[in-house]
Every structure is written in C-alpha cells, then in structure tokens.
C-alpha cells in the first residue's frame, strides 16, 4: 500500500519569495536523553567498544572572548589570560585521559577544528601545546586539516607563528563585515580597515589556507555595502570564503534590538537577493563553489571539516561546550568552567548532556544534507515511494529552487538559499514514507 501524504505544507508560497522565512537546521533531532546517572557509565562503554569504521574528526572548543558579538550565541566567558592558561592545562587533560582509549586509536583523524568562541584568544604558548598534543597522542591522518578558527583583535604573529610551528595548516577569521560601521555595531573593536590589512598581512605568509567568514543580513546592510565586501574578499589574497547568512539568535543582543524595535535586519527577501548576489560574485569572478556556504579559489582550500562533519562522520570533542558525535551518541561538554574543572579532577568526561539516537537508521539523515549542501541528492537512494513526492518537486522546479522536476534534486541557487527549509521537508516526508504501512486488516 503506498502511503498518503500531505504535501501542502511544504508547498513553495506563491508571490515573491519560496518560503515565509528561512528555516536554520535543529541539532538533536531525533535523540532521546540519557539519564545523569547513566552518562559516564555509556562514555565508558562508548570509548571501549569498537565502533563502525566512519570518518573520524576532532572539535576543540575554547570559550573564551574578548568581547561579546552582538549577533552570537555562543558567547560563553571574558577572556582572562591566567582563566586561559588554566583552562588549557586542564583541556590537556581531558585529551591525555582519552587518547589511548579504543576509540581514540581506532581510526586516522581527517580534521582537526578549533572552535569557540575564540581559539587565537590562547596565548602562543597554550595553542602550540594543544597541537603539539594532538599531533602526538591521536591518530592524525598525514593531510589532516588543522583549522584555528581567530579574530583579528590580539592574533598576533606570534600567536600565528607559534599554530604554524606546531602544526596548523587552515585559519578561519571570523570578519563578518569589513564596514567600520557594521562591525563597530556587533561590538568589533578592529575597524574594516585593520580587518582588512590582518587579513591581507595573513594571507602573505602564505603557508597556510586562509578563510574568512562574511555574513548577510546584517543591520544596515545593503546590495552596495555587501558588494563592497565581496570586492575586498576578492583582493586579498584568501584561499576560501564563506557566506552566511544572519541567524537571529533570540536572546543575543541584536536579537534583542531587533524583538524591541531598536534596529531592524534585512527581510528574508532581502537577505536572499544578498545571498544570490554572492553567488553571482563569486561564479564571475571563478571561485569554485564547494557547498552552500563555502567558495574555494585555490586547491589548497578543502573545507574538509565541514563538509565530513554534514556527512555524519564521527566527532571527537574536548572542552567545556564542546559538542560531538560517535555511532548515534551526541553530547556536550560542561558550559560552566567550575562544572568542567570538577569533573576533569574527578577523573570523569565533563558530559553537561549526552544523547542517544532513535532512529536506527540515522545515518540517512547526514547522507540527505550532506547532498542538500552540495547541492545534489538522488531521492530514489532514500525511499522506494520517490514517486509520490513528484507533485511536490514539480512545485519547487516551478519556484525556481530546482533545475528540473525530476526525482534527482539539482538545487539551483535560489534553492541553496532555502536549503534548510528543503531539507527539512525531505526529512519529514521521507520519514513519513518509509514508516511501516498498515495492513488492510488493521485498517479495518
């Protein structure tokens, strides 16, 4: 029996623009918590066992800012430097404590991600350290990508000398906007000018892949003010580029501003015409398009972290508010500093919370948005029922997020725009078709 759906809400609106607003993708999906009592008792039996052999990665979080972003919510502590030199010592212990486990030698590590907050926030000493740990307690694969991600203000040379001797080999620089303006409203202390010679200053050293994240939608922001970033992006020598789009986070301060009338953000619209208009930048310009996000100039330019990580390979992660992922568990570290220093004395994995799949077969879920972020899936590979999603495709081929209405979705760029939003309808629907259908008995 095939089964009946109810593909009206995700019908692309007509008018416009496809959707209402665009949709960010939801972590935890389809994960039922572990109970307190039970987490270290599963993190032991986690790292002990033998897992499916997967692509394996590593995420470093360092939470600590000089000042707090107006548009970000991860924003966790002030950046102190003896707080840092602290919390380094005891990230170091947490690595030493997992590193011979089964899991840790089990498989080569692909990429290697300092996140934060802010990784360049450590001192030369503390980050040279950190590599040098990982390089010689885990399984890093011989072109393991070691990304540092950094802001402008106080990554100075020696900070960057010392993640290069060590090891590094991509820095990702949070710009965001290289308008003086924009930057000094989401609280950056550096102007577009100083932005722009770091990151040209960088880029010369030329030993390294050198990224830069730019964001649209932000206040103020308009086609020329964009446009002038783009240009900027183009001439200084980076190696990648990516382009986000806002994500307004409720109870950050630009979230606030804009909830409270203080300040307004471009519309879903808008920030569409921006993110099409990158696109148009970059394809004239020849930069290589590697996922939604994400332009390459050159070959050095891998994303690879990213792009695995969309692939649900498994994560390995350390730090307080760090988040990972092995064989349908999920978990994250202790946000607060006094709860990870507890935990790393007391010999445990400071697990704030730890989740367990649902789905036995979750591995299609990171399969459908690893082809969604590349901008290509083959809906036949996830249900037998495909056919019934035609009148749905041939909707979305009509609104423009697709190349044709066929059962092998080719995103167009308007499409890569509301990529969350398709990808969530797909996972709905595919869910939905491939649940067990009931018998006629039953019915009756």
């Known amino acids: 029996?095939?089964?009946?759906?109810?593909?009206?809400?995700?019908?692309?609106?007509?008018?416009?623009?496809?959707?209402?607003?665009?949709?960010?993708?939801?972590?935890?999906?389809?994960?039922?918590p572990i109970n307190p009592d039970k987490r270290e008792q599963t993190w032991q039996k986690l790292i002990t066992s033998t897992t499916a052999a997967r692509k394996r990665l590593v995420y470093?979080?360092?939470?600590?800012?000089?000042?707090?972003?107006t548009f970000c919510g991860f924003y966790q502590n002030r950046d102190d430097a003896d707080q840092s030199h602290h919390y380094t010592d005891m990230l170091l212990r947490e690595i030493e404590a997992e590193a011979d486990s089964q899991l840790h030698q089990s498989a080569p590590i692909h990429a290697v991600y300092f996140g934060g907050g802010t990784p360049s926030a450590l001192s030369a000493y503390d980050l040279s350290r950190i590599i040098t740990?990982?390089?010689?307690?885990?399984?890093?694969?011989?072109?393991?990508?070691?990304?540092?991600?950094?802001?402008?203000?106080?990554?100075?040379?020696?900070?960057?000398?010392?993640?290069?001797?060590?090891?590094?080999?991509?820095?990702?620089?949070?710009?965001?906007?290289?308008?003086?303006?924009?930057?000094?409203?989401?609280?950056?202390?550096?102007t577009g000018e100083e932005a722009r010679i770091f990151m040209?200053?960088?880029?010369?050293?030329d030993n390294a892949a050198v990224v830069c994240d730019l964001l649209f939608g932000l206040p103020e922001q308009d086609a020329k003010l964009w446009g002038e970033d783009l240009e900027i992006a183009r001439d200084i020598g980076l190696d990648g580029v990516d382009l986000?789009?806002?994500?307004?986070?409720?109870?950050?301060?630009?979230?606030?501003?804009?909830?409270?009338?203080?300040?307004?953000?471009?519309?879903?619209?808008?920030?569409?015409d921006l993110y099409l208009q990158g696109c148009d930048f970059m394809d004239k310009e020849g930069w290589h398009c590697i996922s939604n996000s994400h332009w390459a100039r050159t070959t050095r330019e891998r994303n690879l972290y990213n792009l695995l990580i969309k692939q649900g390979a498994d994560c390995l992660a350390f730090g307080s508010g760090a988040g990972?992922?092995?064989?349908?568990?999920?978990?994250?570290?202790?946000?607060?500093?006094?709860?990870?220093?507890?935990?790393?004395?007391?010999g445990k994995k400071p697990l704030m919370m730890m989740m367990q799949t649902t789905d036995p077969q979750y591995q299609w879920r990171h399969q459908l948005q690893a082809?969604?972020?590349?901008?290509?899936?083959?809906?036949?590979?996830?249900?037998?029922?495909?056919?019934?999603?035609?009148?749905?495709?041939?909707?979305?081929?009509?609104?423009?997020?697709?190349?044709?209405?066929?059962s092998c979705l080719r995103l167009t760029n308007e499409g890569r725009f509301w990529a969350s939003n398709i990808l969530q309808s797909l996972q709905e629907l595919i869910t939905e078709l491939n649940l067990p259908q009931p018998t006629a008995e039953q019915i009756i």
Not at 13 to 28: E, I, S, Y
Not at 60 to 69: E, G, N, R, S, V
Not at 246 to 259: D, F
Not at 378 to 401: E, S
């Open 200 to 205: 040209e200053k960088l880029c010369r050293r």
């Open 324 to 346: 990972g992922s092995v064989d349908g568990y999920s978990w994250m570290g202790e946000r607060s500093l006094e709860a990870y220093y507890n935990a790393i004395d007391a």
């Open 371 to 406: 082809g969604i972020e590349t901008a290509r899936v083959t809906l036949d590979k996830f249900t037998p029922h495909a056919q019934q999603l035609a009148p749905l495709l041939q909707q979305w081929y009509q609104a423009g997020l697709t190349l044709d209405a066929s």
């Open 133 to 190: 740990t990982l390089r010689r307690r885990l399984p890093l694969a011989p072109d393991c990508e070691i990304t540092i991600e950094g802001r402008v203000l106080n990554f100075d040379d020696q900070r960057i000398d010392a993640c290069l001797d060590a090891g590094a080999n991509r820095f990702s620089i949070g710009i965001q906007s290289f308008n003086s303006r924009i930057r000094k409203k989401m609280a950056r202390t550096s």
């Open 1 to 32: 029996m095939k089964p009946e759906l109810n593909l009206a809400p995700h019908y692309a609106l007509d008018g416009h623009q496809p959707f209402k607003d665009r949709h960010a993708t939801m972590p935890w999906r389809s994960a039922m």
């Open 244 to 272: 986000y789009a806002l994500n307004l986070i409720p109870n950050t301060p630009l979230g606030k501003a804009v909830e409270n009338g203080r300040t307004t953000i471009p519309s879903p619209a808008e920030r569409r």
């Open 60 to 69: 470093l979080h360092i939470p600590f800012c000089a000042t707090h972003c």
